[in-house]
């Protein structure tokens, strides 16, 4: 797999297409609540590509679904044990990690490597690798009500 520049991939960037950029990152915002409770580290390159990785929320999983039927013979509360269920995910945990090894590489000026889809001008990482430590990322599904 061929590493690029962030600046080689904003040349032409080709959407739905899987990269491995390296850069300095410049800018990171982590948070393990964000849009709909689902923890999100976003990241900066070179002042000037955004990464998203996103995970589960903290002990939560969604569960398979189950027919409508099912659903209408249960209490509210049932149904939510249906439709997600606790347990550990180690996503989760990446996210909060990597973003601590991250925060170190921004103050030392050190690069780092994403690998992600480049969608609609944002690069969708499911890998970041700081150093020698990489870190994967399940991106976390709403959880389906049909």
Known sequence: MERI???????????????V???IPTGMYADRQSYGNRPILILILENELLCKATARP?????????????????????????IVY????PSNEEL???AAFID????????VEAHGDYLDDVLEVDFIRVGKRGFSFIEYKFPSTE
Do not use: F
């Open 86 to 89: 606790r347990c550990y995910d």
């Open 104 to 111: 170190q590489a921004i103050r030392q000026k050190s690069k």
């Open 96 to 98: 909060g990690l990597a």
């Open 5 to 19: 520049s962030v600046e080689k991939l904003l040349e032409n960037p080709q959407n739905n297409e899987h990269y």
């Open 58 to 82: 903290i002990s939560t999983a969604p569960r398979v679904k189950e027919g409508k039927q099912a659903y209408k013979e249960l209490e509210l509360g049932d149904i939510q044990d249906m």
């Open 21 to 23: 950029v390296e850069g």
